[in-house]
């Protein structure tokens, strides 16, 4: 059991470092610039265990798991997770996104009816057939933006 101790701690620190990840939503170069480093070390990886499979069951050994392909197995299971994490942080920021785009579209589409100052005298109707599209003010557009 005190064998053990290593792997709980690798997999308990990766799913923190997942969770930190995600109370981070900005999507800045430099943490782009991570997961590009981590995308390709997490390859590096993989391809040393293809060419040196003992050594993973060394590797395992060492921290606590039985076999090598038990390890593996953790490593793909953190990684589904951070992908799923990852997943469901930007589809959030989409909805929330189109939330806005729909919000801010609404706004600019309300429809009134013409006022009788600009019917002019020609006799043109004005009982409400003609209707124009009136566009929002900026402060009507940002107060629907910021609810």
Request: aromatic share 6%.
């Amino acid at each position: 059991m005190e064998q053990q101790i290593i792997i709980k701690i690798i997999l308990i620190t990766a799913f923190i470092a997942f969770a930190l990840a995600l109370f981070n939503s900005a999507r800045s170069a430099r943490s782009q610039a991570l997961r590009t480093i981590g995308i390709i070390c997490f390859l590096l990886c993989v391809i040393f265990a293809v060419i040196f499979p003992g050594a993973v069951n060394d590797l395992a050994t060492a921290v606590g798991v039985g076999r090598g392909t038990d390890l593996l197995l953790y490593a793909f299971v953190v990684a589904f997770i951070g992908i799923a994490l990852a997943t469901t942080r930007r589809d959030r920021e989409q909805e929330r996104k189109i939330t806005a785009i729909a919000r801010h579209l609404a706004v600019l589409s309300t429809v009134r009816p013409e006022h009788k100052e600009n019917a002019g005298s020609s006799g043109e109707s004005t009982s409400g057939d003609n209707l124009t599209i009136a566009p929002a003010t900026d402060s009507t557009a940002q107060k629907h933006n910021s609810v």
